[in-house]
């Protein structure tokens, strides 16, 4: 079997285009989305993440503001701004670029930021809402993630999906967002014994371990559904997932490539819940 690679880069062009409309519609109304990301301190991988979104933002014609703030700031310095963008009515989503120096305590920082401007869908209120199917910003990984896998068609019901990681942000949330589409969700982590017992019984199969070539071909059953949500550095500088794309595309049934796979609907799910953010919070609809 040859896999149908699932594009991310190519849906995001897609969603992009549709994000472009709405945003034509509300600036009609006199409400142009805006966006604001917090960056402390100059990781070069973070600040190329940020770079990504501010291009992204430009792209549909949406506001977006880079704060840059320096590596020491405190915790108080960066509550006490999030206290001014929360109260700023100009401002519709807040994002505040993990990870955080360790001075500063992540989740005191996630829960400060005013629910209806958590654009990330981070804060416990979201989270919670995503539990028991209440509307609520979605986390934009896992969000993006079943985009990408409704987009093709494929059902989620009643198949066994099995996620690799457990982290906040992407393994936990994508596992419950499966469970909300119906299917029999597998968590596998670190403490996992024979994760390959599991891998290769998955129909869907989301790996986020952050390992590269971490799942090979005879990791993986015939046919199945392969998103790799990893982004490693090789030695030589290259941008490569958790999966070995070339060992697992003739076995899979789809599979998502690195880069222009999770990494650009990432962001393009971020614009998304800004735009819902801008609607929620001033009423108006595009
Ligand atoms: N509060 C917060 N929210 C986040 O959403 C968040 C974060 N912190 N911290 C870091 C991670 C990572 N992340 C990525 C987004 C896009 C790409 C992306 O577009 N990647 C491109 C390649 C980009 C490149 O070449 O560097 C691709 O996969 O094709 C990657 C990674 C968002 N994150």
Redesign the pocket.
Known sequence: MTADIIS??ELSAQIKRNLSQEILQLKEKNLVPKLVVVLVGDNP??L??VK??EKAAAEVGMDSDLIRLPVETSEQELLSLLDQLNQDSSVHGI?????LPEQIDEQKVIDRIDPKKDV?G?HPINIGKMMTGEDSFL???PYGIIEMIKSKGIEIEGKHAVVIGRSN?VGKPVGQLLLNENATVTYCHSRTKNMREFTQKADILVVAIGRENYIKSEDIKEGAVIIDVG?NRTVEGK?TGDVDFEGCKDKAGFIT????????M??TM?LSNTIKAAKGLTGIEG
């Open positions: 991310g880069k991988a973070s190329s993440y990504g979104k994002l505040v670029q993990l990870p990330d981070f986390p934009c990984t942000i982004i941008l490539p690195v880069p222009g796979g999770v990494g650009p990432t962001i971020l």
